[in-house]
């Protein structure tokens, strides 16, 4: 059966328009989503009493970032503390590893060099896509250092519209995008 131009260009439209709804719809990776960034500060070594094992002060999972699923996350890492550091994001649990791995869950979501660390004064910008809804870490895979302490939780949320720190100030987050 041979069909004329208005039943391709119907066909275009239809698939044009499912995909379009796809990117409105929470918990799915589209190109509404990808628009929407955070930008995260993160300083290893804060606090001093902490023997500067710990995220902006935070130890044990006491800083939660939640970002809504599709979004792109900007991670702004600074080491503060004498002891080299990284960053990464890695499945929950991973503070129960001397040696954490060194294979983030989201492409890009790590420090250079996350096993080894980086050194007082470093700085260093990383980005991801929080393409699947969960609950992760964001650990310092130094070994030993997760498991004494240095890590937070970042949930992917297919429901957040916005995203959170917790608690509150604990980390900058700043908002770019629709």
Known sequence: MKQGPAGALGRVFAVVLIAAAAAMVPGTVG????????????????????????FNGYQNGGMT?????????????????DLPHSAIVLAAGADKQA?????????????????????????ETFTFEASKAGTYELVCA?????????????????????????PAGAASLTVTGN
């Open 99 to 123: 040696a954490p791995s060194t294979s983030p869950v989201f492409a890009g979501a790590a420090t250079k060099n996350p096993g080894g660390g980086l050194p007082k004064g470093a700085k």
């Open 142 to 166: 130094v070994s030993g250092h997760a498991q004494s302490g240095m890590w937070a939780k970042l949930i992917v949320s297919p429901t957040a519209t916005a995203p959170s720190v917790s």
């Open 31 to 54: 190109s509404a989503a990808a628009a929407h960034t955070v930008d995260v500060s993160i300083v290893a070594g804060k606090d001093v009493g902490s023997g500067g094992l710990d």
């Open 65 to 81: 970032i939640t970002v809504p699923v599709g979004w792109q996350v900007v991670v702004h890492f600074t080491n503060a503390n």
